[in-house]
């Protein structure tokens, strides 16, 4: 059964402050590993990484793969009370024409003053 | 980017009733899909729906409990049928953009309490 962990399950900073956050995966036939946040109710896409070692990067926000060792991290910087948010992670299969991601349970950040 | 519309935003709901939740994308899209959030949970998917042909289930979920339609190619309803408090839930329609059409895009979400 595919499955997506993410780590820290919640997460408490104070604005300024850098974060990572953790993303394993055990999908079969991996193709894609997606980044989400969620404020409210609708993730918003961040990032979408194939490849192993390549640094995707939006502003104070990277995210990299590591599809040896089946994870990614995604960093935020300078955290500001913005960033206050589920963040998820998606792992998509090559499931032919069908289009499955397995989501992880998120991390919850919240960025204090 | 397409915009996605669902409707209710939000609504209680009385045990052993149904609600619809209808899904507008302002473009064409081949296949649409519909997800459920449960509280402290991840989204899991509950089915694709293709217009013209029947909506493909995942493991867990069946068409009797969540009946889906899509007359079109810009349109979609997801029917929960015969609700329990277990079907509390944010339920979000979803469709494919981005270059390869690669990237799940979700609608505002429908929040759903049953009593």
């Known amino acids: 059964e595919d499955k997506v962990v993410q780590s820290p399950l919640s997460l408490v900073v104070h604005e300024g402050d850098t974060v990572t956050l953790n993303c394993s995966y055990e999908?079969?036939?991996?193709?894609?590993l997606l980044w989400y946040k969620q404020e409210k109710k609708a993730p918003t896409f961040l990032f979408m990484l194939?490849?192993?070692?390549i640094e995707k990067k939006s502003g104070r926000l990277s995210s990299i793969l590591d599809k040896k060792e089946l994870f990614s991290i995604l960093n935020i910087t300078a955290t500001q009370t913005g960033d206050s948010a589920v963040y998820l992670c998606?792992?998509?299969?090559?499931?032919?024409?069908?289009?499955?991601?397995?989501f992880g349970k998120g991390t919850l950040l919240t960025v204090n003053p | 980017s397409a915009v996605i519309s669902q409707k209710p935003s939000r609504d209680i709901c009385q045990r052993g009733t149904s609600l619809t939740i209808q899904c507008q994308v302002d473009?064409?899209?081949?296949?649409m899909f519909w997800y459920r959030q449960q509280p402290g949970q991840s989204l899991t998917l509950i089915a694709t729906?293709?217009?013209?042909?029947?909506?493909?289930?995942e493991s867990g979920f069946v068409i009797d409990k969540f009946p889906i339609s899509r007359p079109n190619l810009t349109f979609s309803t997801l029917t929960v049928s015969n609700m329990s408090p277990e079907d509390s839930s944010i339920y979000l329609c979803?469709?494919?953009?981005?270059?390869?059409?690669?990237?799940?895009?979700f609608g505002a979400g429908s929040r759903l309490t049953v009593l």
């Open positions: 979803s469709v494919l953009q981005g270059s390869g059409a690669n990237v799940l895009t």
């Open positions: 999908v079969t036939n991996f193709r894609s």
């Open positions: 194939t490849s192993s070692g």
């Open positions: 998606a792992a998509r299969n090559s499931g032919g024409s069908n289009y499955k991601l397995t």
């Open positions: 473009s064409q899209v081949t296949m």
């Open positions: 729906a293709n217009q013209g042909s029947e909506a493909t289930y």
